[in-house]
Structure formats: C-alpha cells, structure tokens
C-alpha cells in the first residue's frame, strides 16, 4: 500500500466515524450521555463534515424539551468556540447550512450572531430574505424567524427586503414584517409599503398595527387618488384627513 493510499483510507475511516456520530447525535431516543459524546467526539474531529454533523443537531427536537434546549445550547457552544479557533469555516459552513435549509434556523443563527461583526449578519440577514419568496409557504417558519432577528438591526437594504414582506401570503408574516419594516428607521421605505398595505390588507390586527403608525406619524399622507379606499379599509374610529393623514376620530 502507497502512502497515497493510506491517506485515502484513512480520509474514509474518518467520514464512516463521522457519520455513525453524528447518526448518534441525532437519534433522540439514545440516552443523553451518548449523544453528549458523540458531540464531544465530533468537536476532537473538527473537520468541516464534523460541523455540519453538530449543525445538524438543530434539526431535530429531543422528546424531553429541558434535556432537548440544554444540548442544542451545549452544541451551540462547540460550534462558537470551532469557530473561534479558526481552524474550519464554521460560517461559511453554517451560511450554506441556512441557505439549505428551511426550518430550524434559530440556532445556527445564533451561532452566526456569536462570530460575525455587525454588517456581516445584516449581510447574511439579507440574502436569505434575498432568497426567499413571498408565496405560500407550507412551513413559514424559516420567514417568521427572518422576520423577528431583522427587527434586531437597522439598514437601509435590510429594509428593502423587509418591504417585500409586507405582501407575503401568511398574515403572520406580513404582521411580523411591519414590526421588522419600523426597526429599520428608513422611514421612506417604511411609509411607502405600510402606505400600500393599508389598500389591501385584510387582516384586521394588521390593519390596526399599520394604522396606529399613520397616526403617530403624521407628516405620513394617503394621496388623494387613494384615500377613499384607504379609508374604507381603516378600523372603526379612524379616518383618512382631507390633507391626507390618518386620525384618531373623537367619541
């Protein structure tokens, strides 16, 4: 055997035993102890395979919800301190991972907002909103979660994305995304989609959130071609000023 070859097979070893841990890891009716060493085991290994293994801790839901929390937050640990040492990509890995997947996004964006600078999540932020669709969506969970963390930061193309929100399918969504839209402080982009919104929205919590921002902004106006059907859509007790903005009408 050349030495080429020792290095193939042990390259092969080395995945086979990746893969029965992280089968192990993942089996959520071993027992703890066993799915803590095979996390341990993968965090000796390091390799780039070994990430994407704990990662995929993520993605399963332990039946003991305590014991469940306690080892994705122990996983969690593993993959900052891998990536803090430096010696796999553990963002480059976990950045491909949310692109793949769908669900179960929580923690592994956690894991990010643990190892990149400001800008950089706003940037890993935007192109998975970049990516997404505001079409049905059986599982909207991956939008939902996008929704709330992009509520955490303030940039103008964060906005952008944002705005596409407001016309998602899924009313939780478009509700989830008014919050995200006002974090923003891009009051252009906000005024100009909430504007829009209140023309179709047919939810009435949506409407009423939408509407309370109109009153407390009132240099924001409905122009006159549109505030007929604005006002038509507004809540009970609201009305659109001849002037254009939306008041608070008295009892």
């Known amino acids: 055997m050349g030495f080429l070859d020792f290095l193939f097979d042990k390259e092969k070893a080395q995945q086979r ?29 390091g390799t780039p395979e070994a ?8 993605g399963e839901t332990g039946p003991n919800h305590t014991t469940d929390a306690d080892e994705k937050q122990f996983v969690y640990s593993v993959l ?3 990536g803090r040492r430096g010696d796999t990509d ?17 923690w592994p964006l956690k894991v990010l907002s643990d190892l990149t600078e400001y800008d950089e999540m706003v940037e890993v932020l935007c192109d998975l909103l970049e ?10 969970e991956k939008k939902q979660e996008l929704m709330l963390r992009a509520a955490e930061f303030k940039d103008r193309r ?70 007929e059907e604005v006002d038509e859509n507004l809540p009970e007790g609201f009305g659109v000023h001849k002037k254009g903005h939306i008041y608070r009408k008295r009892s």
């Open 80 to 82: 900052v301190d891998l």
């Open 158 to 227: 964060l906005a952008e994305e944002v705005s596409r929100f407001l016309e998602d399918d899924n009313e939780t969504i478009r509700f989830l995304a008014v919050d995200a839209i006002m974090a923003q402080e891009e009051d252009d982009i906000a005024e100009e989609g909430l504007r829009e919104r209140l023309r179709k929205e047919d939810s009435i919590r949506t409407i009423q959130k939408i509407t309370d921002i109109f009153v407390d902004n009132p240099g924001w106006t409905i122009p006159d071609d549109q505030q």
């Open 17 to 45: 035993r990746i893969k029965k841990l992280q089968k192990k890891l993942t089996h959520m009716y071993v027992q703890a102890a066993e799915r803590q060493y095979a996390a341990e085991e993968l965090r000796s290994i």
């Open 131 to 140: 990516a997404s669709d505001i079409g049905y969506r059986r599982n909207p």
């Open 51 to 58: 990430v994407e293994a704990l990662i995929s801790r993520f």
């Open 90 to 106: 553990v963002v480059q890995i976990t950045k491909d991972h949310l692109k793949s997947t769908e669900e179960n996004i929580n």
